[in-house]
């Protein structure tokens, strides 16, 4: 099994640095980025910030399979309601070669106490950055968000015609946060890229 070790940040979500490999490594590994990453609780007693130290069981299809706590934040129940929330995250999938496969990562968070922004979203996820080019072009020239969200998004993004709901920017990476804090209503936003993904999104209200 593979293992990786990284640090983020998490500011009732997470920014990600990036893993660095360690151990023998065989073949050409690619490392699972994090895609989506519903928000922590707020740090335990009152604290602005503390780092938790994980491991992580990262599935084929990029979700993960098992959350193990490396320390604790002191209280119980925050241990368990963080553990509960980093099971949703989304990961793009672990590659050996090109090919998905199981890995084990080990990863320290900075949980910080920053409060939510919320903003209601729409997504289409791409494999490539000329697959997001022409559908960009498409959108330009008129064509429905949702149509083209449904028809030609990646399966993850297409229900509801890509509809996230209303959803806390800090979900997504810390990259393209600002962007997404900057639509206005009824705005696509550029070309971003979301891991080894490329999107698109769209400000419904």
């Known amino acids: ?33 994090l895609l989506e990453k519903p928000a922590l609780p707020v740090p335990p007693h009152g604290s602005k910030d503390l780092f938790l ?8 299809d990029g979700s993960v399979k098992r959350v193990c706590l490396l320390n604790s ?10 553990a509960g929330i980093i099971e949703r995250w989304k990961y793009s999938p672990p590659l050996d070669n ?6 084990r990562i080990i990863q320290v968070a900075h949980v ?17 950055e000329s697959q997001a080019d ?16 449904q028809m ?25 946060q600002s962007d997404l804090v900057g639509l206005r209503p009824g705005q696509v936003s550029r070309i971003l890229p979301l891991g080894p993904y490329y999107a698109i999104f769209k400000r419904l209200d």
């Open 73 to 82: 934040s002191g209280d119980p129940a925050w241990d368990s309601a963080a």
């Open 152 to 176: 030609n998004s990646l399966p993850n993004s297409t229900l509801r015609g890509g509809d996230l709901g209303e959803i806390d920017v800090h979900t997504f990476p810390q990259d393209i």
């Open 134 to 149: 022409s559908i960009k072009a498409i959108l330009k020239a008129g064509a429905s968000f949702d149509s083209l969200a």
């Open 1 to 33: 099994m593979k293992q990786f070790i990284g640090l983020f940040a998490v500011a009732f979500a997470v920014t990600f640095s990036g893993c660095a490999i360690f151990g023998t490594m065989e073949g050409r590994i690619t490392p699972p980025t």
């Open 53 to 60: 130290k994980t491991e992580l069981l990262i599935a084929k």
């Open 112 to 128: 910080i106490a920053n409060p939510p922004i919320m903003v209601h979203l729409a997504q289409m996820v791409f494999l490539t």
């Open 98 to 103: 090109n090919v998905p496969v199981q890995m």
